[in-house]
């Protein structure tokens, strides 16, 4: 009968194995290299049939008692085989004699037996012993299958793990095998398969480009031979990605409070010159339609209650005051009452009296039912005025006190700070020294923390190093004990004071535009500014508020230095900004109570600057980049906001290529939609249509240098 080669090959494999195990019992005790024969001893015998397409063996393993000072002898004096049919009836009867046993090892060619037949065997090992008597059933040789590769999505320029699923599908014999993959040539792991069962061979690897990688894994040196060594590969896809959400998801804040923009208190007062004949109603409906999260707006005392005897009609710059909580409120966005004057906080020993704070407080939630008023705050910038810190704490104790008296302090928290990086006035008044003391010493009163940032637009560095360093004030210089909710209820984008021949006008004109626009009116300013809130999220922000939402005047001061509208002014038509639309797109596809939500890669050049604690800042932080954040809702709502900073100095349409994204981690086989914001230059949105993720959960698309985008599962149009 001529035999399978690979079934020889296996034989020769086993028959060492098994020799070497047998020897290096049978030996115990003997000098190296001496074989002393067992005569008339005791041997013990074991039996292993396998069967397979191409015939059945018979594997004779005979071993002696170790602690005899004797080894078996290579050689068997015969060995008489029984075989049996279905019904355990004799099939046929053969006697072989002089078999080779290396080690004490013989290799019976048993023919064409199918699976679960009975095989006898008496074996004579040498003249003189007695005869060893077994049997066994043959048993179905191992059937090795690459069952499965893993994982599907890997992310680029990062270790992971590819594992293979080595299976056995026979169920009666575990197998020894080599694995090899691919994507590594030469590594080789071994894996001992058991019957019925699987194993799993890890490979470390790196990918470093952001495409699709097919992976071969393959089964090679089976021992024992295999019935099928046709099915021992598999080949899978790993869709490597630039960037992935982490599984679980990396929570970076549990209930995100949202985005907004300051709201003017006076808009509807007589400092703010409404055109005659044109009522707030366009303007107040585009104010609606923005949909903010997250307002802020002033109480002045001077101004709205006639503090300083200046303001005998204060009540009509009340009325508006109250008018513009109403609009806030109208709009959906949770409300935060900043008492803006500390001016007069040096006219008595215990500064103003904050009962008439708290009697606002108490006439807009109770009088007025306006119960979106959830946030406080005691003084504006106080850091960067002549108020001491322990003035500041003594006014939100009262301030405090007299809410609570009210029955208000559950419906209304504190926010501490509002601070500057640096108020100067011959004083440690820059944000670490400020914060270190509120946080040390007003912790059981305010409820979160908050600071104001400003860049200009041609130094945009500016801007991650200010969240970065309050980062680090806020995460690691305070201790744990005293760390809080972080807010950001002042930022923006400022331009120069002159362009040209136009008047001067503070931080007003974009001055890379020979025209001289002013900043507001710019792209530039709607991508800048869109990246500071996806920046905020990233640093794990629970909230901000864009300087401002719309034309109005705060004072008599204003005219000439707040300029920094997402809605323009009446007598232009209340024309909405590139702003405006840059932040609807973030309005409508995050909300409050969502989990604000890691985007990998993340590490130390993403939270790290050179020196922290530095006035002015590392302005040179920026390192261009894709810059991407994630929100997830309570009921499987997704949203993914992101912008590539290369873009960051574009007013027009770029000509360079799109930038491509490759996001893993979403949901696999779901539609998204593509949602961007400025794709054309012209610094609206569009919707760019839907976008599915694949089996591994990735979505690839491009977006325009010049434009952002939002990939959400929220229906947004």
Request: glycine share 8%; with cysteine.
């Amino acid at each position: 009968m001529k035999r399978n080669p690979l079934r020889r090959r296996w034989q020769l494999g086993v028959a060492v194995a098994v020799a070497l195990a047998i020897a290096s019992v049978g030996s115990t005790g003997a000098r190296a290299g001496s074989v002393v024969t067992c005569v008339n001893s005791t041997y013990s015998m074991q039996l292993t049939a396998l069967a397979g397409p191409t015939g059945a063996d018979l594997t004779v393993a005979v071993a002696v008692d170790p602690a005899l000072q004797c080894t078996v002898p290579d050689t068997l004096k015969s060995v008489q085989l029984k075989t049996f049919d279905s019904a355990e009836h004799w099939a046929w009867v053969r006697t072989v004699t002089d078999v080779p046993a290396p080690g004490g090892v013989a290799h019976l060619d048993l023919g064409l037996i199918p699976h679960n037949r009975r095989i006898d065997a008496q074996v004579l090992v040498q003249a003189g012993s007695p005869v060893l008597n077994g049997t066994t059933k043959t048993l179905t040789r191992p059937d090795l299958v690459v069952q499965q590769i893993t994982p599907n999505q890997a992310l680029a320029g990062t270790a992971f793990t590819v594992n293979a699923v080595i299976a056995e599908r026979n169920g009666d014999v575990a197998a020894n095998a080599d694995v090899t993959l691919s994507a590594i040539p030469g590594a080789v792991v071994h894996v001992v398969v058991p019957a019925g069962g699987t194993a799993t061979a890890s490979f470390p690897v790196t990918f470093t480009a952001a495409v699709p990688v097919p992976l071969t894994a393959t089964v090679t040196n089976v021992a024992p031979t295999e019935t099928d060594a046709t099915n021992n590969t598999l080949t899978a896809t790993v869709d490597v990605t630039q960037s992935q959400l982490a599984s679980p998801y990396r929570v970076l804040f549990g209930s995100l409070v949202g985005y907004g923009a300051q709201f003017g208190d006076h808009v509807y007062a007589p400092v703010t010159p409404w055109p005659p004949g044109l009522t707030h109603e366009d303007a107040d409906a585009k104010v609606k339609a923005l949909e903010p999260q997250l307002v802020r707006i002033f109480y002045n005392d001077n101004w709205d209650a006639n503090a300083n005897g200046k303001f005998p009609d204060y009540a009509t710059n009340y009325a508006s005051f109250v008018q513009v909580v109403q609009l806030a409120q109208a709009a959906g966005a949770t409300i935060d009452i900043s008492f803006q004057n500390l001016g007069n906080v040096l006219t008595g020993p215990t500064g103003p009296p904050m009962a008439k704070f708290a009697d606002v407080i108490q006439d807009l939630v109770v009088n007025h039912g306006l119960t979106n008023v959830r946030w406080a705050e005691v003084g504006n910038e106080p850091n960067s005025g002549t108020v001491t810190f322990d003035q500041y704490q003594a006014l939100y104790r009262s301030f405090d006190a007299e809410l609570r008296a009210r029955g208000l302090r559950d419906q209304v928290h504190l926010m501490g700070g509002g601070l500057v990086e640096n108020g100067g006035n011959h004083a440690p008044r820059d944000h670490y020294s400020w914060m270190g003391l509120i946080a040390t010493n007003m912790g059981d009163v305010v409820d979160a923390y908050a600071e104001h940032v400003y860049w200009q637009y041609y130094d945009p560095g500016r801007l991650e190093y200010r969240l970065r360093d309050t980062w680090h004030l806020m995460n690691e210089v305070l201790p744990p004990e005293q760390r809080k909710p972080v807010y950001m209820m002042e930022f923006g984008i400022r331009g120069n004071n002159t362009c040209g021949t136009k008047p001067t006008f503070n931080y007003l004109y974009y001055g890379a535009d020979p025209t001289c626009p002013e900043i507001w009116r710019t792209n530039i300013a709607g991508f800048q500014q869109l990246w500071f809130n996806i920046d905020s999220a990233q640093l794990s922000v629970a909230g901000t508020s864009k300087w401002d939402a719309y034309w109005s005047r705060y004072d008599n001061s204003s005219a000439g230095n707040q300029l920094y509208w997402m809605i323009g002014p009446p007598t232009e038509g209340s024309p909405l900004t590139p702003s405006y639309n840059a932040m609807w797109l973030l309005f409508h596809t995050t909300a409050p109570g969502w989990q604000v939500i890691g985007v990998d890669p993340w590490d130390s050049s993403d939270w790290g600057v050179p020196a922290y604690e530095t006035s002015g800042g590392d302005t040179t932080n920026d390192q261009p980049e894709q810059e991407l954040a994630a929100y997830a809702g309570p009921s499987g709502e997704l949203t993914v906001v992101g912008l590539d900073t290369h873009g960051k100095s574009l007013n027009v349409a770029s000509t360079d290529p799109p930038s491509s994204y490759s996001i893993g981690g979403l949901p696999p086989n779901t539609t998204f939609t593509l949602a961007e914001w400025n794709a054309t230059g012209d610094g609206t949105d569009s919707i760019a249509g839907p976008i599915t993720t694949n089996a591994a959960g990735v979505a690839r698309f491009a977006v325009p240098l010049q434009a952002a985008f939002a990939l959400t599962t929220v229906p947004v149009s």
